[in-house]
């Protein structure tokens, strides 16, 4: 009898995504399902989805979600983990969403050192209002709001999140990946199993960036949008394990 080497992940709920063609959401989501399944933490896992294209991110996930008003995802992460320790805390927010109005949570919820796991999806723009400049949207390019490009000295740069949060006592993993082809697909996996590990060994604040292609709202298709992170994003946003302290002995938070 043939042994299946593709399925759907147990707690992913047979339901299609409304994501548009090419979207990276998908891809992730079935990644973090994966990990759950894997470290068998499905029973005692609660998410915390965002404001923003991933918000009806409880239809996808089969285990306990919220919600957080926008920006608000690592202080109900935070809420939920310190009322519920023994459960497995990740909040899944988008970069409009936690690099713009999210980022005093954020960097607070790092800086105490709470123990939850941070999900932090980049498209460099706002993906479900219509494309306009986001925190992390990169010199030149064009969106709604920018149509002639994004300059320094009219609009500023690019807001590297994961590098502040790296600055953090309390942080102790952070790592940024992308899912615009297999063999980075992959490292996203082993980022998010590293992370949830971490939390679940009680070792604090960990956050796994990814670069997520966002085709409608770049006006590419799905493969030009995958080649524009490769060449273009990641000039701005490079690929890399930005700290990991998992196995320091830490003096301090948490």
């Not at 219509?130 to 709604?144: D, E, N, W």
């Not at 490769?230 to 990991?244: N, Q, S, Y």
Request: glycine share 10%; aromatic share 6%; hydrophobic share 35%.
């Amino acid at each position: 009898m043939s042994k299946p080497v593709f399925h759907r992940p147990k707690y992913l709920k047979d339901a299609p995504f409304h994501y548009c063609p090419g979207c990276g959401h998908s891809i992730i989501h079935r990644l973090i399902a994966e990990v759950i399944e894997e470290l068998g933490i499905g029973e005692i896992t609660i998410g915390v989805p965002p404001a923003g294209c991933a918000v009806l991110a409880y239809d996808y996930f089969d285990v306990d979600m919220g919600e957080a008003a926008h920006g608000r995802g690592c202080a109900v992460a935070t809420g939920i983990k310190r009322i519920l320790p023994d459960r497995i805390v990740f909040s899944y927010q988008g970069d409009g969403d936690i690099a713009a109005i999210g980022t005093a949570e954020t960097i607070h919820a790092a800086n105490r050192g709470e123990n939850i796991t941070v999900i932090f999806v980049n498209n460099s723009c706002y993906g479900m209002t219509g494309g306009q400049m986001a925190p992390t949207t990169v010199l030149g390019q064009k969106t709604t709001t920018t149509p002639g490009g994004r300059t320094a000295p009219l609009h500023g740069t690019p807001i590297d999140l994961s590098q502040m949060i790296a600055l953090a006592r309390g942080s102790v993993y952070i790592e940024r990946t992308s899912v615009h082809s297999v063999r980075h697909i992959l490292k996203t996996k082993k980022a998010l199993m590293k992370a949830f590990t971490a939390q679940m060994n009680g070792r604090g604040f960990s956050l796994v960036e990814i670069l997520s292609p966002c085709p409608t709202n770049w006006k590419l298709t799905p493969v030009e949008a995958c080649d524009h992170i490769e060449k273009e994003i990641t000039k701005t946003f490079p690929l890399k394990v930005i700290k990991d302290e998992i196995d320091a002995d830490r003096q301090g938070p948490p």
